[in-house]
């Protein structure tokens, strides 16, 4: 298995374990979980989840992290938290160097609700630039930090949230 699946593996186990925990915790069964989301998710689609028989997808996890209250960022940073420096997505490490060529035009074309506020970045960067430099940025760890924080993110949450769109270059 090479270091990506690894680390998925890892980061869907971190994300179940996180979201029953909080579910348990709230006193909620899996049950009053399916019925407080605001998209129909099945209680066995629940239990696949938090038991590790499917990865969850995106889309799945802000149903239920809204379904439970709960920040989809501190989902993302606590399941990071969990799996330990020694587990990095792709190569990346927030500790270290960083140098990432975020994909401006693609970022423009999802639809992904939740990536509405990285949109509205990447239409500001592209309608200031021109050419090819328009369709796509460079960030490096301080411009991770500083964007996270003005979307007040997670830099973890954001980094995950831009992985789709990037391209890593660097150590």
């Known amino acids: ?32 979980l399916s019925l407080r989301s605001a998209v129909p998710l099945p209680v066995t689609s629940i239990a696949s989840y938090e038991l590790g028989h499917r990865a969850i997808k995106l889309e799945a996890l802000v149903v239920l992290c809204r379904a439970l209250g709960e920040p989809l960022a501190h989902v993302v940073a606590e399941a990071e938290r969990r799996i330990g420096p020694d587990t990095k997505p792709l190569g990346w490490e927030l500790s270290g160097e960083l140098d990432l060529r975020i994909d401006l035009t693609a970022l423009l074309r999802s639809t992904r609700v939740e990536l509405a506020p990285l ?16 369709s796509q940025v460079r960030l490096g760890r301080a411009g991770l930090m500083a964007l996270a924080e003005l979307l007040e993110m997670e830099p973890v949450a954001c980094l995950v949230a831009l992985a789709p769109f990037a391209e890593h270059r660097g150590s």
């Open 1 to 32: 298995m090479d270091q990506a699946s690894r680390y998925a593996e890892a980061f869907n186990t971190a994300v179940a374990s996180v979201l029953c925990e909080t579910r348990k915790r709230k006193g909620l069964s899996r049950h009053d």
């Open 119 to 134: 949109r509205r970045w990447a239409a500001v960067r592209t309608s200031a630039r021109e050419g090819r430099e328009a």
